[in-house]
């Protein structure tokens, strides 16, 4: 029998943390926060959105790709 991992048992095991960034004009360029829920981009690492290992999908990346624009996002681990 398979013994499922509740998502706070798998960040246990898992507790890497990533921004989502793109380099595609040079200086990097990273996902912010949500301000009014539109998607928002800062130069600042440390003001980007920090996301957890159940966050990075493709899903979640091909969305904010379609939404900026940005063709070069990739998480990046922090």
């Known amino acids: 029998m398979d013994k499922k991992l509740t998502a706070k048992q798998y960040l246990k095991l898992h507790p890497d943390k990533y921004v989502m960034v793109t380099y595609e004009f040079?200086?990097?360029?990273?996902?912010?926060?949500?301000?009014?829920?539109?998607?928002?981009?800062?130069?600042?690492?440390?003001?980007?959105?920090?996301?957890?290992e159940l966050d990075k999908s493709p899903t979640k990346l091909e969305y904010h790709i379609v939404s900026t624009g940005y063709k070069q996002l990739q998480f990046e681990k922090i």
């Open 26 to 52: 040079g200086e990097p360029i990273f996902i912010a926060p949500l301000k009014d829920l539109q998607i928002q981009v800062t130069p600042d690492k440390d003001a980007a959105e920090v996301w957890s």
